[in-house]
């Protein structure tokens, strides 16, 4: 297990156990106050439980080795779960909380004590943003100076992280809504803006979905180390006596810390076979240790040609 790997599980693991504790704790409140907002919010840390189980099984499966069915490995499993994770959140909690919250401004329930409420909401705030925290965290350590979080969440390649981050974001603007929505139906003695946070929580919640499909989207189907990687091991490339162009370099994600890489370059003419095996050893190497992550380099054939004729 590498040590993104182990990083990666951490962050899920912290979810997990802070939206199950929260998921129970918010459905039997919601049961006795008969809060709508309270149960749309039950409903996500339940959605988000069982997400990042799905994460766990995505996990799971990435580290497999390759076999001759998938020779390249299995890392795309973990964008390919991922995805699901988005398609959950938009169904079963953007959905189901817009629906509960229709239901319930169709049907208002009486104004309740919400001291329960705003307990499980202050504990809730505590375990989110310690999950949050995590997820964090584990995006600062590749975050580049003078990047935002949200670029570095936009450009990182490891779902497992950036996936409980977003749900974490979602989950504690949702618990402000819910929180807003409760004072400010008892403060004005009006039983209908309860179930409207509840609608509003499901939109937040749809909206967590599609920045999840668009990230995780962009990565299954087979997303680039992006332009300035491309630029440095271009440059790598161009400085090396060997080469005596480069035409194009192809990257292509195959897991958070796996990338296959093609490279269309043209080596000096006349070089002696030992000479070429030395140049693409070399450069195997210097790319391996400006981009560990880039574990497969393949030659175009006519380069190679083109060098021993």
Known sequence: MTTETSGSLKVIYAAIAANLGIAVS??????ITGSAAMMAEG????????????????????????????PFGYGKELYFWALIVAMSVFSLGGGLSIYHGYEALRHPEPLQDPTWNYVVLGVSALFEGYSWNVSRKALNERRKPGASLWQ??????????????????AALLGLAIAALGIVLGHALDNPYLDPAASVLIGLLLVGAAFTLARETGGLLVGESIGA????????????????LCVAELQSMQLGPDEVLLTASVQFRRGMRIDEVEAAI?????????LYPSIRHIYFESGALRSAMG
Do not use: Y
């Open 152 to 169: 570095t969440m936009r450009a990182s390649k490891d779902a497992s992280v950036f996936t409980v981050f977003i749900e974490d974001s």
């Open 281 to 289: 050893e070399r450069l195997e190497k210097t790319v391996a240790a």
């Open 26 to 31: 918010k459905f039997i409140v919601a049961g």
């Open 43 to 70: 409903i996500h840390s339940a959605v988000d439980t069982g997400n990042e189980l799905l994460l766990l099984i995505g996990e799971h499966n990435s580290v497999k080795p390759a076999d001759a069915k998938h």
């Open 228 to 243: 300035d990687a491309t630029r440095r091991v271009r440059d790598v490339f161009e400085k090396d006596p060997a080469i």
